[in-house]
């Protein structure tokens, strides 16, 4: 089965600095990627997503990941956090040909004005 | 448009009790999944449904938790005889088709007493 780590647990950032946000997971075939966001007080909110092509991409409000797929990551990034950031970010993933997401545990991002 | 709707948002009931969570996809969304989610943790998935056949059942921890789409649009997760371990966020999520977005509803809270 797979699996999905986010090693950082909880990220404390002031205003303007980069973020970088890790995403690990464990499955040898094709997969789909995800990254979604829950602010405060809301319901999770797709910021972006891979199924193919470009490695790189884009999302909302300035976030980008990148799959590389030799790493088996794909890390959000960001490279001027604002305070309305603060969230918590969770990566999730399947395997192409499979509904079933796997979650990693969520990294709460707290942004200092 | 409307997004998933989910109700109740908030249920409280005692140990040993019946409940129904209700999940109204996004209109025209042919899939439908049920994920839950612990405190400190991300959703796991429960169910998946595509029309009105349960597709994937393989996360429903036991026979104690049942979810049903009769006609292919509302779903309703039933757990009988609930217990203090069954406390969580019970998460809706729907996508137009397979391999595509899943968008979440707000989400409802368990509390088992």
């Known amino acids: 089965a797979q699996s999905v780590s986010q090693h950082n647990h909880h990220v404390i950032l002031s205003e303007a600095a980069s973020l970088e946000l890790g995403c690990n997971y464990s499955y040898g075939g094709t997969v789909n990627l995800f990254w979604y966001v829950q602010y405060p007080g809301q319901h999770l909110q797709l910021l972006l997503k891979?199924?193919?092509?470009?490695?790189l991409v884009k999302g909302i409000k300035g976030f980008e990941a990148e799959f590389i797929k030799s790493k088996f990551s794909f890390n959000l990034r960001k490279p001027s956090v604002q305070w309305s950031d603060t969230a918590e970010y969770f990566c999730a993933v399947n395997p192409y040909g499979n509904e079933k997401l796997t979650f990693g545990t969520g990294t709460r991002l707290t942004i200092i004005p | 448009g409307a997004g998933v709707s989910q109700t109740p948002s908030n249920k409280v009931t005692e140990k040993g009790k019946y409940v129904e969570l209700r999940c109204d996809p996004i209109?025209?969304?042919?899939?439908l999944y049920w994920y839950r989610q612990s405190l400190g943790q991300g959703p796991e998935f429960l169910i998946y449904?595509?029309?009105?056949?349960?597709?994937?059942d393989s996360g429903l921890p036991n026979d104690r938790f049942f979810a049903v789409r009769p006609e292919g649009s509302v779903s309703t997760l039933k757990i009988q005889r609930t217990e203090r371990g069954d406390s969580a966020m019970y998460l809706c999520?729907?996508?137009?088709?397979?391999?595509?977005?899943?968008?979440f509803g707000p989400g409802t809270r368990l509390l088992v007493l």
């Open positions: 999520a729907s996508s137009l088709s397979t391999q595509e977005t899943q968008y």
């Open positions: 209109s025209g969304h042919t899939a």
């Open positions: 891979y199924f193919s092509g470009d490695p």
């Open positions: 449904f595509q029309g009105t056949g349960a597709a994937d």
